[in-house]
């Protein structure tokens, strides 16, 4: 009896907590600049992509110094997953997902390399060297040739192997997951 007691207590604490508006007396309103800084998402568009480009020669260096270490020389996988291969293999009983089989936009694999990688310093290459990484990713998959080069332009153009394997299932509909008709 005493845990609903505690709860009711906590739920009308909670409660005029919410209906309160609270001034907290530390920070300082973000600025544009601050928000920019921020904004470095990039759509399947291609939508976000920042200026720079880089070679699939280039990308072969940067992924050595950077990314082989986790993912294994040409990206066949080592402490972390593996990029490259499994193309056919999603129907089947042992689907291999890498970026060249699963991945459905090239512009999501610019963007999560740019935000995410390398591992022990994210976000710490740069644009080119992003642009860079990704078109050398891309050529071990056979989707850029192995003298390409990838830029805010060419990247959305790209139409990956597994682009049309994600589609809406027919029979999901999100009002009947919550219960509205």
């Not at 800084?37 to 110094?65: C, E, H, M, N, Y």
């Not at 056919?88 to 890498?98: E, H, I, Q, R, W």
């Not at 390398?118 to 050529?139: F, H």
Request: proline residues 7%.
């Amino acid at each position: 009896m005493l845990w609903r007691k505690r709860l009711f207590a906590s739920s009308i604490v909670a409660g005029a907590l919410a209906s309160q508006a609270f001034a907290f007396d530390f920070g300082r309103p973000a600025t544009q600049d601050d928000i920019k800084a921020w904004d470095i998402d990039v759509r399947p568009d291609g939508k976000g992509l920042p200026d720079g480009s880089g070679t699939v020669v280039k990308g072969k260096q940067v992924f050595a110094d950077y990314c082989a270490a986790c993912h294994g020389d040409n990206g066949q996988g080592g402490i972390k997953d593996r990029l490259v291969g499994g193309q056919g293999t999603l129907a089947s009983n042992t689907p291999v997902k890498t970026v060249g089989s699963f991945w459905p936009y090239a512009t999501t694999l610019f963007d999560y390399i740019h935000r995410a990688m390398p591992y022990p310093t994210p976000g710490s290459l740069s644009n080119d060297e992003t642009y860079a990484v990704a078109a050398y990713i891309l050529s071990l998959n056979g989707i850029l040739p192995s003298d390409g080069k990838l830029d805010r332009e060419s990247l959305p153009k790209i139409k990956m192997p597994n682009r049309d394997g994600f589609t809406p299932n027919r029979e999901f509909d999100p009002a009947r997951l919550f219960g509205k008709k």
